[in-house]
């Protein structure tokens, strides 16, 4: 009884961050894969500072120009403008955009396609 109480948990544990997968549907695909790689650590709220600077705004922007966050590594600097190029750079390897940035233990996004959905998204939360 116990161990089939402790499977019944178990996929109930599995199941929940799947089915709200589902639920964001298609078009909210950016959103989702923002929320899995990035929002433990970001926020796109303007001054919403956390680990990470808010990405309001970003798309467009200069790097390590955020107001008011005060953690930066000093390797974003304002050489760097974030877009398509840059962005899918640093999110595919951030060192080796940026030799020693803090955006760490993030180690990127491997997948192409994952890093144009959040790349969108950005997008999307840029300009407004
Ligand atoms: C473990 C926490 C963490 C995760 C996860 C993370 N970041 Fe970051 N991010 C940071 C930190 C810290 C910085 C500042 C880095 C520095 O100064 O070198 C940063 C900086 C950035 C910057 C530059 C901002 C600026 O002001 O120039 C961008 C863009 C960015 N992150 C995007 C992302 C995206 C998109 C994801 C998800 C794919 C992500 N980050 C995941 C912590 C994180």
């Known amino acids: ?3 089939t109480l402790l499977t019944l948990g178990c996929l109930a544990a599995l199941a929940v961050p799947f089915l709200s997968t589902i639920a964001a549907g298609e078009g909210d695909a950016g959103q989702v894969a923002f929320n899995t790689h990035c929002r433990n650590c970001h ?5 919403d500072n956390r680990l990470g600077p808010t990405l309001h705004n970003i798309f467009g922007a200069k790097a390590g120009q955020v107001k008011d966050f005060g953690n930066y590594s000093g390797s974003l600097t304002a050489d760097i403008t974030w877009d398509e190029a840059t962005l899918d750079k640093f999110l595919a390897d951030p060192k080796s955009l940026a030799s020693s940035t803090t955006m760490t233990p993030f180690a990127g996004v491997p997948e192409a396609e994952q890093r144009k959905l959040i790349i969108d998204f950005l997008k999307t939360q840029s300009n407004s």
């Open 1 to 3: 009884m116990k161990n």
């Open 43 to 47: 926020s796109t709220k303007p001054d």
